[in-house]
């Protein structure tokens, strides 16, 4: 963060995690440490380093998110002197790597406001979201919207579901009057993204919830982009299901979650099985053990899932009010430096969570997105998984710049730098 720049972010967090797995305090209380003047939170992230020491601006947190050292140093640990199984062993290490794992879970759950029986670890979003659409015991019509992630549209498609789409407001929020237009007593599942991977729209999930429920429908949400830069309350919100991802969240690869209602897991079937899923198995029949364990065959992401844990209280440590805040700011400033170039187009709301798309007359955002390569900015070029959004744009391709909590104002200037370097070399 930049010398003087009066930052939204409050304080330095927690760490988390920490030895004895056993002990895990839930909720993580913030710790009022002041922040480290001029650099905010990039010291805990050694990942925005290049090889050299310098600055890597990195605007591609809407992919993955860098990692902080209190996640890496708890993966280390789990995956080094810690390491065991979970759930079966007899021997120490194993039941006190039981107690971690479990542990993550009641972190994680509690992070969004849920109970850890209605946590099912998967391995991310992608896998969540299909749970749900295979796992489902109605299927029907599903009512999506124009602006969803591939991953919530093409599991739909193959477990065999019948896909209605919702359009957009003019803006590029989804336009919950046309969904209240559209809804009947046909739908079954409405799936809608929290916040828009490309435009950084934001759903007002409770409306959405009001208006499923209203014809008998259930509300998944997609939170991959949501939970790293907004406060979420599953209880709050009144949805069904709710899925992310835990790279998009400062933890590890291979973990995330689908959290929904108990009474919604206990009716559905499992929908891949092996080991830890069963209560009982014999060549004629099995039985299977209740969720969430139904839902987790096979050896779990143990490692991953201990570090998201410690991911969920190192973000609650700093707080998600004060980082919607922090990354308002630099929207902001972004949008209203791209507004002022003629040749720039900005999509989405003025509103917006942490994410900014642009497209700049005559030249291609792979273009761009090497050019700024070259001045150590990172940010994504393509379609973003949303090519039924590009088709509603009307654009093959838009450059997008995303935001961390680590982000500042020399990301941002670095990129405007950047920018205009394109700008001269197209000019
Ligand atoms: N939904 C949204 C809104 C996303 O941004 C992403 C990741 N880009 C996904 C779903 C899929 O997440 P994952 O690939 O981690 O499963």
Redesign the pocket.
């Known amino acids: 963060m930049s010398e003087g720049m009066d930052s939204p972010l409050p304080f330095r967090g927690g760490a988390g995690g920490g030895a004895g797995y056993e002990t895990v305090p839930l909720p993580t209380a913030p710790t009022p440490t002041p922040p480290l003047k001029g650099r905010g939170y990039r010291d805990d992230f050694p990942g925005l380093l290049n090889a050299d020491g310098t600055p890597w601006h990195y605007l591609d947190s809407?992919?993955t998110a860098q990692k902080p050292r209190a996640v890496i140093e708890a993966v280390a640990r789990a995956i080094g002197p810690d390491y065991a199984t979970v759930h079966r062993g007899v021997y120490s290490r194993s039941a006190e790597m039981t107690l971690g794992y479990e542990a993550a879970r009641r972190r994680v759950a509690a992070f969004i406001g849920g109970r850890e029986d209605e946590l099912v670890f998967t391995r991310?979003?992608?896998e969540a979201i299909n749970l749900v659409a295979y796992s489902y015991p109605q299927k029907g019509r599903v009512l999506l919207s124009e602006l969803e992630?591939h991953?919530?549209v093409v599991p739909w498609q193959l477990a065999g579901w019948q896909v209605d789409v919702c359009p957009l407001t003019p803006d590029g929020r989804i336009d919950l009057d046309a969904a209240e237009r559209m809804l009947t007593k046909d739908h079954v599942m409405v799936a809608f993204?929290h916040v828009s991977?490309v435009l950084g729209s934001l759903l007002d999930v409770r409306r959405a919830a009001d208006l499923a429920h209203a014809v008998g429908a259930k509300l998944l949400v997609?939170g991959?982009?949501a939970v790293p830069r907004l406060p979420v309350d599953v209880a709050a919100l009144h949805c069904d299901f709710y899925a992310f991802?835990g790279?998009k969240l400062y933890g590890p690869t291979g973990i995330?979650a689908l959290w929904a209602r108990r009474e919604l897991l206990d009716a559905m079937p499992p929908w891949q099985g092996g080991g830890a899923m069963i209560e009982r198995v014999t060549f004629e029949k099995t039985t299977f053990a209740p969720p969430p364990q139904r839902f987790e065959a096979g050896t779990p992401a143990i490692v991953e899932a201990i570090g998201l844990g410690v991911a969920c209280d190192y973000v609650a440590g700093i707080g998600l009010e004060a980082i919607h805040a922090h990354e308002a700011t630099l929207v902001a400033r972004l949008r209203e430096a791209l507004r002022g170039m003629n040749d720039v187009t900005v999509f989405g709301p003025e509103e917006s969570a942490g994410i900014v798309s642009f497209a700049i007359d005559g030249i291609h955002p792979h273009d761009l997105g090497t050019i700024l390569d070259e001045e150590s900015v990172a940010i994504r070029a393509g379609h973003h998984?949303a090519q039924p959004l590009m088709e509603r744009l009307g654009v093959s391709a838009t450059a997008r710049a995303s935001f961390g909590l680590y982000s500042d104002e020399d990301d941002v200037a670095a990129l405007l730098r950047g920018i205009e370097r394109a700008r001269r070399i197209f000019g």
Do not use: P
Request: aromatic share 0%.
């Open positions: 809407a992919a991310g979003a992608t992630h991953s919530n993204a991977n997609d991959c982009q991802s790279h995330g998984c």
